[in-house]
């Protein structure tokens, strides 16, 4: 009794086998006695040797490299053609090294793309009379696509995204020019659209950094307001910093109240450290002396409040002592010394210090 031969083959049990259910397999047909030509034989024109070197990502001297029209499902697909019109078995000694070479140069390259486990290398040549080898990849971790049936599954797989399908591409052009050759294969273009949380997350920085720039300008005007100490009994509406429009005690008179401003704005004992004698004039209000005495105005550096210039003040004077100044511009005038002798010992002191030149 002869053995029933199963209704299907083995293979259809495999885990790489792409289809399930009730199967059933075709009759074959009785053969030919003369095969049709191919593309490329007899009368029929060659795909390949009419194409243009723009339908190709890569082309060199001798080889051309092809993809699809459009994604598949495999992450890459590329087919090695010859520029040369010849079968694989009518390469010349050249050719046929070169073919070896461009082999593991084109795997490689495939190989290397992220998220690709193998690269399936195939030859079939019944539909083309020109050269072209098949370079398929397997995706990493897909172990059901492991084996003969890979090119199936490309047509069954969702194919992958454009833009995946151009940076591979690319990147597999970019790898083959690195040996010679022109790649022609472009990257995707960048989308400029940026997401609308990305849009609101920039206008939300935005407004916070207004915020904290409108902050800083308030804080910055309290504290100007809070450095600049207003004289006592001064009238409001009057800048206490304005030499022009505030009172000022005129050098010429030989006011004795005016050189006791000076005498107590400027250190009196030679003991002082260096910060007390520089910020003598910031330790006590602006236009009251240490000892209580108000002043009454405030004179521009280097001019007397009568119009004449003070000899060697206005580059020897502190620009943060307004008071100095005045003191400076009054012990240079001779006619402004006190009678009073304790008044005058006071002024010996910070006059002759803040102005070298002066007449004392």
């Known amino acids: 009794m002869h053995d029933t031969p199963p209704s299907v083959p083995d293979f259809t049990q495999w885990p790489s086998f792409p289809f399930e259910g009730d199967l059933h397999v075709k009759q074959l047909d009785d053969p030919v006695p003369v095969e049709p030509p191919r593309k490329g034989e007899g009368l029929r024109e060659c795909t390949a040797c009419n194409a243009p070197d723009d339908a190709y990502i890569w082309v060199g001297e001798r080889w051309r490299v092809r993809a699809m029209d459009r994604p598949t499902g495999l992450p890459m697909v590329l087919i090695l053609e010859s520029r040369t019109h010849l079968d694989l078995g009518d390469l010349p000694n050249l050719l046929a090294a070169e073919l070896g070479v461009m082999t593991v140069r084109l795997e490689r390259a495939i190989r290397s793309l992220d998220g690709v486990a193998r690269v399936h290398v195939n030859r079939w040549g019944d539909g083309s009379a020109h050269l072209h080898m098949w370079f398929l990849a397997r995706p990493y971790g897909r172990l059901q696509l492991r084996g003969t049936f890979l090119s199936l599954w490309d047509s069954i797989l969702p194919p992958i995204s454009e833009a995946q399908w151009r940076e591979n591409l690319a990147l597999v052009a970019a790898w083959l020019a690195e040996f010679g050759g022109r790649p022609l294969a472009e990257p995707p273009r960048i989308q400029w659209q940026a997401p609308s949380s990305l849009l609101a997350q920039s206008e939300a920085a935005d407004a916070a950094a207004a915020d904290a720039a409108a902050a800083a300008a308030a804080a910055s005007v309290i504290e100007a307001a809070e450095e600049i100490p207003e004289p006592a009994g001064s009238t409001s509406g009057v800048d206490p910093t304005d030499g022009d429009t505030a009172p000022s005690a005129d050098p ?95 002024l010996d002191e910070a006059p002759r210090r803040a102005a070298p030149n002066s007449d004392a």
Do not use: Y
């Open 252 to 346: 010429v008179d030989g006011d004795a109240d005016a050189g006791s401003t000076v005498a107590d704005t400027a250190p009196t004992s030679e003991t002082a450290s260096p910060a007390r004698a520089g910020n003598a004039g910031s330790s006590a209000p602006a236009g009251r002396t240490s000892s209580g005495a108000s002043t009454s105005g405030t004179t521009p550096s280097g001019v007397s409040e009568s119009g004449a210039p003070t000899s060697g003040v206005a580059g020897a004077v502190p620009a943060n002592g307004p008071a100095i100044l005045r003191g400076a511009a009054v012990r240079n005038d001779p006619e402004g010394e006190a009678p009073d002798k304790a008044t005058a010992g006071a």
